[in-house]
């Protein structure tokens, strides 16, 4: 993002969600940059502590590849399968459309971790058409 120049001179508090640049434009600026591989790790130990889980998977948001999800996606992905593996367990990818039939082929109780709320909301639609009882059966972040 590109901040205008004119919201910058007002000197008005402004905050600067997950900069790239990482460079403080202006005194007025506060940054805030949001650590995804670290939010992914993070759902990753805190799904495994549950210690019921059988089954854990991500729930990506529709793209038609891995090279067109936002960086945000693949970073949260990759630390929380990476995490996962590190603990001996595999993690299945739920996409848009195909939560009934990963839902069904995965082990219960299942954990998921969605890349966004509305993925998550998603997830737990299905599961309620489903009839997979959360959290008993399903545990999503």
């Known amino acids: 993002m590109d901040t205008p120049r004119s919201i910058l001179r007002t ?8 900069p790239r640049n990482h460079l403080k434009p202006a005194p007025n600026v ?11 790790e993070t759902a990753a130990r805190h799904l495994l502590s549950l210690r ?9 948001p529709a793209f038609h590849d891995s090279v067109q999800q936002p960086l945000f996606v693949r970073e949260r992905r990759e630390s929380f399968s990476a995490a996962l593996r590190a603990y001996g367990h595999a993690c299945a990818t739920i996409v848009p459309g195909e939560e009934p039939l990963i839902l069904n082929a995965l082990t219960r109780p299942i954990a998921v971790f969605a890349a966004t709320d509305v993925r998550a909301s998603e997830v737990l639609q299905a ?8 959290p008993a059966r399903l545990a999503v972040i």
Do not use: Q, W
Request: charged share 25%; with cysteine; aromatic share 6%.
């Open 127 to 134: 599961a309620k058409i489903a009839k997979l009882p959360v």
């Open 11 to 18: 000197g008005k508090p402004l905050v600067h969600i997950d």
């Open 52 to 60: 019921r889980c059988k089954s854990f998977a991500f729930a990506a």
């Open 30 to 40: 506060c940054e805030h940059l949001i650590d995804n591989a670290k939010i992914g």
